[in-house]
Nanobody, 115 residues
Framework: QVQLVESGGGLVQAGGSLRPSCAAS????????MGWYRQALGKQRELVAT???????NYAESVKGRFTISRDNAKNTVYLEMNSLKPEDTAIYYC?????????WGQGTQVTVSS
């Protein structure tokens, strides 16, 4: 069983930065995909960024050039460097792991960007 624990969300002014992280515990197999989704109030959950264990990345168009995903495979931890934050980035950010056909989600961390 995989458990995901996020940290590093918070409140920031527009133009600011945050760097949430997500540590995965339990049995982690390779290859896998780790990443982030987000869900704003009243909207569907959407992909933000993912990264494979082989370091291939995928970003939502809305965050390209502003967000950077990275991971430490030795620590089973994924990070999301978020710069130039906008009020529309406000959402609950969920950590995500997919391996061997199974998907796991973290509990979510709130990111609020004030204008």
């Amino acid at each position: 069983q995989v458990q995901l624990v996020e940290s590093g969300g918070g409140l920031v002014q527009a133009g600011g930065s945050l760097r949430p992280s997500c540590a995965a515990s339990g049995i982690i197999f390779s290859p896998n995909v780790m990443g982030w989704y987000r869900q704003a109030l009243g909207k569907q959950r959407e992909l933000v960024a993912t990264m494979t264990s082989g370091s291939s990345t995928n970003y939502a168009e809305s965050v390209k050039g502003r967000f950077t995903i990275s991971r430490d495979n030795a620590k089973n931890t994924v990070y999301l460097e978020m710069n130039s934050l906008k009020p529309e980035d406000t959402a609950i950010y969920y950590c995500y792991v997919r391996q061997m056909g199974q998907v796991y989600w973290g509990q979510g961390t709130q990111v609020t960007v004030s204008s």
